[in-house]
């Protein structure tokens, strides 16, 4: 098991006594301890702490200074700062976190209290790291396939213009097939990936028919082909607050699932209503339905991957969906029963403007 290596840095001899006698029974830790704000900052480079235990009062350097500069240093971003001191004012525990503290310790603390704190920064710190692992990880995998993918897209279009036998023919398609569907997943994980880490979008007024029927127009030929018939119900116009790309991908990936599941010459059904001031949209296919015990995991990402009624990347695009609603201010929820079809549906804040 990995130990937590914790940096205390405090001037008073007493107090450094005091947590010695307090780590040295605690085996899953590695402490340092220095005297001087100066002196833990030249030790971050070597020791590399998890936690910081920062006094604020010390001569030279005070503890916010410290605290400041390690907080401007990027590779130091996930270091753990509890701000130590024997006065616990509002005032100097708000200046802590203005300079970057993560929390906030009053002497005298409780022996309890404080190993609980660093547990709970200790497990918070492992979470940040492998968020941001997993972050760099997404944007090198979506850069260093793209490029090949495509590659192998338009050498497979190139060679399908020449004349070919039907074998060939046949194996060449399931390869731009593949690389196809690789690369739309590729593009759903960088999507939602991006909306789960920034919640910032562009919002105005967008009228919520104009934005389903150029959806709808978008989607005429697999529509064509499977001869599904779409009918409105409730057919009525509102404006709602929206990003109007991200709400597009968001009902795209609904009608998507509903075309894809709908039997041929099946029927959709699309139906407006107005909630109070909220408008709600349910789209609704004959398909084959979900069972109960599998609906409550249909909106999770990578969760629903053994639902006959969604597969093949359409639990990540459900997620997605349910992602943007949020980010608009609203939800989504599912009503089937398993041979009865599926019922998707939606609501989003009516714009006032």
């Not at 660093?118 to 692992?133: A, G, H, M, Q, T």
């Not at 015990?293 to 990402?301: A, N, R, T």
């Not at 639902?307 to 943007?324: D, F, M, Q, V």
Request: with cysteine.
């Amino acid at each position: 098991m990995d130990k937590t290596k914790i940096l205390i840095v405090d001037d008073d001899t007493m107090n450094l006594f005091v947590f010695q006698d307090i780590f040295i029974s605690e085996d899953q830790y590695i402490c340092k301890y220095v005297e001087s704000g100066e002196e833990a900052l030249d030790t971050l480079p070597i020791f590399r702490p998890d936690i910081i235990l920062l006094d604020i009062m010390m001569p030279g350097i005070s503890g916010y200074d410290v605290c400041q500069k390690i907080r401007q240093e990027p590779k130091y971003q996930f270091i753990k700062i509890i701000m130590v001191s024997g006065k616990g004012m509002l005032d100097e525990r708000l200046k802590g976190y203005d300079y970057g503290a993560d929390d906030f310790l009053v002497k005298p603390f409780d022996q309890d209290e404080l190993l609980a704190k660093i547990n709970v920064f200790k497990r918070l710190k492992r979470v940040e790291e492998i968020e941001s692992n997993q972050s760099n990880l997404l944007a090198l995998l979506s850069h260093e396939t793209k490029t090949p993918m495509s590659g192998i897209i338009g050498a497979t279009e190139l060679l399908l213009a020449d004349n070919l036998s039907q074998d060939q023919i046949d194996l060449l398609n399931i390869v731009q097939g593949s690389s196809k569907q690789l690369m739309e997943f590729i593009d759903k994980v960088t999507l939602y990936y991006r909306l789960s880490q920034s919640k910032k979008i562009s919002m105005q007024p967008v009228s919520l028919l104009l934005l389903i029927d150029s959806l709808l127009d978008d989607l005429e030929k697999p529509i064509i082909d499977k001869k599904i018939k779409i009918t409105w119900q409730n057919k009525q116009d509102f404006n709602i607050p929206a990003d109007f790309y991200f709400m597009q991908v968001a009902v795209k990936n609904i009608l998507d699932n509903a075309i894809k599941f709908s039997p041929e010459a099946g029927e959709i059904v699309l139906n407006v209503q107005k909630e109070s001031d909220l408008c709600s949209v349910c789209i609704s296919d004959q398909g084959p339905g979900i069972i109960n015990e599998h609906q409550s995991g249909i909106f999770e990402p990578f969760g629903i991957q053994d639902i006959k009624h969604h597969h093949k990347g359409l639990g990540l695009s459900l997620a997605t969906s349910r992602l943007i609603f949020q980010l608009h201010n609203g939800n989504i929820y599912c009503k089937s029963e398993a041979n009865n079809g599926a019922s998707f549906c939606f609501q989003l804040p009516i714009s006032n403007e």
